[in-house]
């Protein structure tokens, strides 16, 4: 009972901190409810859009932050159990995308689930963002380019030679894929505004 307490205490500390809404804080900061407007989602790329660029990557900066520091804090003072570290990673995430401050309704949990896997597993991330750079700057969709970084983790987490510890652990691989798959769902609008051709474009340079 000792010991499920702090870890109870973990994970409910990670999620309450994903949770934090960001991009709508920002947004109202700024005059903006991003609920109301663009795709009306919550996270960074809604912000981006509709309160601005350097708005968005603020957004995008804390996003990825409130994944990234409680998973390193677990690693470094919260090693045991090992799965530790993940599972207040995957909080994060879960706080992110069902947010408690805002009924449950959340982001899409792209930069939070990134600030996670930076402290997981970080040279695949390093692939992985460079994956999203590549298809967003070829494409101009942020969503596609989520989308795609998103696929590639999925997969990519299973393999040794890019995972940081490969099958090894294999409660890292099974939830990074399964954050992943998430991730994937939880853009299933945009994926049929791709396909339909109306999907937003963003251009961090002006043509």
Known sequence: MDRIIPIAAWIAAAYLVGGIPFGFLIGKARGVDVRTVGSKNIGATNVFRTVGKKWGLVAFACDV??????????????????????????ACVVGH??????????????????????????????????????????????????????????????????????????????????????????????IGRLLSGTESKIYLFKK
């Open 65 to 90: 932050l409130k994944g990234l520091v409680p998973t390193l804090l677990a690693k470094r003072f919260a090693a045991d159990p090992s799965w530790l570290p993940l599972a207040v990673g995957v």
């Open 97 to 190: 995308m069902l947010t408690p401050y805002m009924k449950f309704k959340g982001g899409k949990g792209v930069a939070t689930a990134f600030g996670m896997l930076i402290g997981l597993v970080p040279a695949l991330v390093g692939v992985a963002f460079a994956l999203f750079a590549l298809v967003f700057a070829c494409s101009n969709y942020i969503s596609l380019g989520s989308i795609s970084a998103a696929a590639f983790l999925m997969v990519a987490v299973w393999f040794p030679i890019l995972g940081t510890e490969g099958r090894a652990n294999l409660p890292q691989c099974i939830l990074v894929s399964a954050i992943a798959a998430f991730v994937i769902f939880k853009h299933r609008a945009n």
